[in-house]
Nanobody
Framework: QVQLLESGGGLVQAGASLRLSCAASGGTFSRFAMGWFRQAPEKEREFVAAISWGGWTGNADAVKDRFAISRDGAKKMVYLQMNSLKPEDTAVYYC????????????????????WGQGTQVTVSS
């Protein structure tokens, strides 16, 4: 059984940085494509960043030059480094995973992922 546990959220001021972590257990992490999504109050959940098991990455345009996703296979962890945070980044951030055979493939749609964490709240004050 695959479980994902996010951590690292909190309340920060605009311009600050945070690093979110996602710990994976169960399954074969080395074959997981991983993603981060977020959901702001009264909004749809949206794609933030993703990484293939081979290390290829993609970011949403809204965070392209500020956020970076990475993974550590030995620790079975995925990270989201968030810099220059803005109030509009306030949301619950979710980690997601899916098993794939493609080394370079990462995914940007919710329905492409099988496993989800419970989320971690990020609040950015102005």
């Amino acid at each position: 059984q695959v479980q994902l546990l996010e951590s690292g959220g909190g309340l920060v001021q605009a311009g600050a940085s945070l690093r979110l972590s996602c710990a994976a257990s169960g399954g074969t992490f080395s074959r997981f494509a991983m993603g981060w999504f977020r959901q702001a109050p009264e909004k749809e959940r949206e794609f933030v960043a993703a990484i293939s098991w081979g290390g290829w990455t993609g970011n949403a345009d809204a965070v392209k030059d500020r956020f970076a996703i990475s993974r550590d296979g030995a620790k079975k962890m995925v990270y989201l480094q968030m810099n220059s945070l803005k109030p509009e980044d306030t949301a619950v951030y979710y980690c997601a995973a899916v098993t794939t055979t493609a080394r370079t493939s990462y995914y940007v749609r919710e329905n492409q992922y099988i496993y989800w964490g419970q989320g971690t709240q990020v609040t950015v004050s102005s």
